[in-house]
């Protein structure tokens, strides 16, 4: 009787057991079946999302571009009617194929950046859970990254690097189209190691070798491709040069990974990890590019990322070594003269036994369509390619230079002043109450009068600043960057918790700007004044291809931004800013007889920076000149920008014959008095020929005519629009009223 109690005892228990289990597994099941339907589910969503906002973007790879293994070309007019080529080469980017990389090179970056390489698909999936894992548990305090050696070559092409889940999806999908679909592996990890980054500017293996080693990447030891394999985590931690025991323990890391993963044999692994390492500086003989090519490099690179999407990276290994065909508009004589002006010491300021480093200068010099036709970025002879060019990459402070660009032509342009209109030479009151500019007339010479052609002149600030107070800052400014397209101008940016703009009176009247101008958008702005009123954009080369493919075509049509008239009075005001008895400019009319020449100097208030801009009937140019540090200029130094230009200029000129400005119908040649600015009568003591628009011409001189009458009849004055104060009498000339 007990056994039997017993034994349906235990029998009960299992029946709850089994039934608990039973229980356990269909809830195991239930939740696996949930997660499986999830899954679906996310997956589905997942490939909706890509779809629809992906589907434009994932076929736009392209390795082929850069897999040409082709140096290309730049060619140029060799003046014969046939084209002069010039193949680039670069020690910093030298591309290496497959066969001439060695395999220890190769499994060496494999093992330490994608150890499955070979097996996935584009996307190492344990790698990438573990890196999603990671996101959402923190297990571990740095970054896991999850990246295959496809995906980081896509990253690399495409220069997208930002951490969403929106690139990554994107990237992920690209990985997988670009394996399957386009290229095999090994076409994959050649792109790769030419293209990886591996610290400062040097780009792939190939250079790696060279700069580090001075081999062939061919000739790399074990040790050394280890070495270089290590970098790719973090260039700058791990540069040999700057950090060689952070590199050291970097290239063991890689060495026992090849070990574990079976890559080396242990004596390798061994041999390879205790191996010294002797760092050599490059011996490869590079040519040097003068400053226009090294210009033309830079804007195919900046045009293709534009035009196509690519990073400056890939951009810049398809410049190298894509086959591709760049039609140079540089003029290789006029360059090589214009380049020994600058090299020549004796056309600067003596060296100054307090100065570690002179002062620098810089020249861009183009034709009114829009092609520059010599560039230069420093002093000094040329010894190195793709050095800093200060005529295109820097920017620097324009001083009065701005005035024309700005006050002045949108002034003429608006019928606010004519040629010689008087303009009070005096402060204006700024919203706190604070007079301003400081240099104004306090003697009040001619009753504290200027007449805008004295104004431009003698470069006084008081004109312009009266001049942008009435047109406002604001449209100054949209002036300068929409129509002539100064880019490093800021409506607002925030620098040390400080925030500037330049949409304030001081910038746009006296060019005190945040970052100041590059000297090619100087000289492009100031072209409106030697072609009736045109801005053309500047241009290098005249087209791009590969193979029978047109890549890139610079287009060069201009946009009118003044009227034909109001750019012939600018131009004709400027002249006799060297022509002119007060004219800033004046000490080189004398070397321009018969040329008509307009043209502007530029010096900033505490004299960092001087800028000449200006031009002829067949060029425009300017010049900077002034210390990379910001140092200040003493009074011998301030007149180098004026002195290169013109000995740039004159070079340019030589046995052309002399021209003037062609004058159009809209404007006339009349004398003023430069007493009132007003229309000379005979009687008038000083006369001056001006130019102004046929609807906008001053009345005659009524200080100096016998026969002017004032009116008899008193009559009460009118109020203005904008409310208090009076009309000004329709016979005076058109004023700039006071603040």
């Keep these: 009787m007990g056994k039997t109690a017993s034994a349906a005892g235990k029998n009960k228990v299992w029946r709850v057991l089994s039934l608990l289990l039973k229980g356990l597994g269909k809830c195991l099941f239930f939740i696996i079946l949930v997660g499986v339907i999830t899954a679906c589910i996310v997956g589905c969503v997942m490939s909706v999302y890509v779809v629809t906002q992906f589907d434009d973007d994932i076929e736009d790879i ?47 970056m494999v093992a330490i950046e994608d150890e499955r390489f070979w097996t996935h698909y584009g996307v190492d999936w344990k790698r990438t859970v573990a890196a999603v894992a990671n996101l959402l548990l923190h297990f571990s305090s740095t970054e896991y990254g999850g990246s295959t050696i496809t995906q980081q070559l896509i990253k690399i092409q495409t220069g997208e690097n930002d951490h969403t889940i929106e690139r990554k999806i994107k990237e992920i999908f690209r990985a997988v189209a670009f394996e399957r679909e386009e290229y095999t592996k090994e076409q994959i990890l050649e ?36 070495l270089i394999a290590g970098i790719t985590q973090n260039p700058a931690k791990y540069n040999p040069w700057t950090h060689p025991e952070n590199a050291r323990y970097r290239q063991r890391v890689v060495l026992q ?3 574990e993963l079976g890559f080396i044999s242990k004596d390798e692994y061994v041999q390879a990890y205790n191996e010294e390492l002797i760092l050599k500086e490059s011996s490869k003989n590079i040519g040097v590019y003068d400053y226009y090519t090294d210009m033309v490099i830079d804007e195919v690179i900046a045009d293709l990322m534009d035009r196509y999407g690519y990073s400056k990276l890939w951009a810049s290994q398809l410049v ?42 810089a020249i861009y010099i183009m034709d009114y369509s829009g092609k520059c036709v010599a560039v230069v970025g420093g002093r000094g002879e040329k010894t190195k390619s793709r050095l800093l ?14 005035k024309p660009l700005g006050a002045y032509s949108l002034g003429i342009e608006n019928n606010l002043i004519n040629f010689s209109s008087p303009v009070q030479d005096c402060y204006i009151y700024l919203s706190d109450g604070t007079k301003w500019p400081h240099n104004y007339n306090a003697k009040l010479r001619d009753n504290g009068i200027s007449t805008v052609d004295n104004a431009l002149q003698r470069s006084l600030n008081t004109v312009p600043a009266r001049l942008v107070q009435q047109l406002s800052p604001r449209r100054v400014f949209n002036f300068l960057t929409n129509s002539l397209h100064l880019t490093t101008l800021v409506a607002s940016e925030t620098i040390k918790g400080r925030t500037f703009t330049d949409i304030d009176l001081s910038p746009m009247a006296l060019g005190g700007l945040t970052h100041g101008v590059h000297v090619r958008e100087m000289a492009a702005a100031y072209q409106m004044f030697g072609n009736g009123g045109y801005y053309r954009p500047t241009y290098c080369y005249s087209k791009v291809t590969q193979g029978d493919d047109i890549l890139l075509q610079p287009v060069s049509t201009g946009t009118r931004v003044l009227s034909e008239d109001s750019a012939y009075i600018m131009n004709r005001l400027l002249q006799h800013v060297v022509t002119g008895p007060n004219g800033t400019a004046k000490k080189i009319a004398a070397d321009w007889t018969g040329w008509e020449v307009f043209a502007k100097t530029g010096t900033t208030q505490d ?26 200029l003493n009074s011998d130094q301030t007149s180098y920008a004026r002195i290169l230009w013109n000995l740039c200029m004159k070079e340019l000129h030589k046995g052309l014959t002399p021209e003037a400005f062609t004058q159009p119908a809209g404007v006339v040649e009349l004398e003023y008095c430069k007493e009132t600015g007003m229309l000379a009568c005979d009687e008038c003591p000083h006369k001056v020929l001006g130019v102004y628009k046929v609807g906008h011409i001053p009345e005659l001189c009524t200080t100096h005519d016998p026969n002017y009458l004032p009116p008899t009849t008193a009559t009460e004055p009118t109020t203005s629009a904008a409310g208090g104060g009076t009309s000004a009498p329709t016979s005076a000339a058109t004023t700039v009223p006071a603040a």
Aim: overall charge negative; charged content about 20%.
């Design 62 to 108: 392209d390795l082929s571009s850069v897999m040409q293994k082709q140096s290309s070309m730049i060619l140029v007019d060799n003046g014969h009617g046939g084209w002069e080529e010039l193949r680039l080469e670069g020690a910093n980017s030298i591309w290496t194929g497959i066969d001439n990389i060695p395999l220890n090179m190769q499994n060496a």
């Design 191 to 226: 792109a790769y190691l030419n293209v990886l980054p591996l610290s400062g500017d040097i780009v792939g293996v190939g250079a790696a070798a060279n700069q580090y080693f001075d081999v062939e990447a061919k000739d790399l030891t074990l040790a050394q491709c280890a």
């Design 257 to 259: 990974k090849m070990y």
């Design 320 to 361: 190298y070594y894509g086959g591709l065909k760049i039609y140079s508009c540089e003029n290789v004589s006029v360059q090589k003269r214009i380049e020994s002006i600058f090299a020549n010491d004796s056309n600067y300021p003596e060296h100054l036994e307090t100065d570690d480093d002179d002062p620098q200068a």
């Design 389 to 402: 060019n200060r005529a295109t990459a820097t920017s620097r402070q324009p001083g009065s230079t701005i």
């Design 607 to 632: 004299d960092n920076d001087v800028y000449f801009a200006g031009g002829t009937t067949k060029y425009v140019g300017a010049c900077w000149f002034g210390y990379d540090g910001n140092q200040t």
